[in-house]
């Protein structure tokens, strides 16, 4: 959407890098990030006897898995999305503080 936007196709070979800071929007990867945590704070503010929260005490040990590498649970993404940007868990109670730690803003 964004090389349309400029006008660039495939072909002029234009990098993803530049047409985000051209147009100025943030990292995919930050954004994505933003979105995780946004919701890990919805779920951990419900009450513990909330249908969503109940998830959370399910467990799936007994579940074969397939060969090769497990895939990466969603529980382990955001606990390396609570490190790279050194968050910690109990934070979420403060919804304005939280709301404005994980902001990612767009470079204008």
């Not at 964004?2 to 995919?28: F, H, Q, S």
């Not at 951990?44 to 090769?68: M, T, W, Y």
């Amino acid at each position: 959407m964004l090389r349309w936007m400029c006008g660039y196709t495939r072909k002029d070979r234009m990098r993803n890098e530049y047409i985000r800071k051209k147009v100025g929007v943030a990292p995919i990867e930050d954004k994505l990030r933003e979105s995780r945590l946004r919701w890990f704070g919805h779920l951990n503010r419900r009450p513990i006897e909330a249908p969503v929260r109940k998830i959370e005490l399910l467990d799936f040990a007994h579940v074969q898995r397939g060969r090769g590498r497990p895939k990466k649970t969603w529980q382990e993404t955001i606990r390396s999305d609570l490190s790279y940007l050194n968050l910690d868990k109990n934070l979420v109670t403060d919804r304005a503080q939280w709301k404005q730690r994980i902001h990612v803003a767009d470079p204008t």
